[in-house]
């Protein structure tokens, strides 16, 4: 008998951020991944969000 083994894949969960004041999607950036020229992966997954539009209080969808 051959034994089979199944791989099952996990979602990943994406995760948010709450906008707190001083933030900017750079600053974000750095936070989740060390590097705030990743800005643009934060934007393109909040509908192509402008940095000069975040607002204090709003959540952001922050892709892996």
Known sequence: MVSQSIKIKEKTRA?????????????????Y?????????ISSANRNLAPESLKVGQK????D
């Open 15 to 31: 995760k948010t951020h709450t906008v707190a004041s001083g933030d900017t999607l750079f600053k974000i950036a750095e936070q």
């Open 60 to 63: 952001l969808t922050i892709p």
């Open 33 to 41: 991944y060390g590097d705030g020229n990743h800005w643009k992966k």
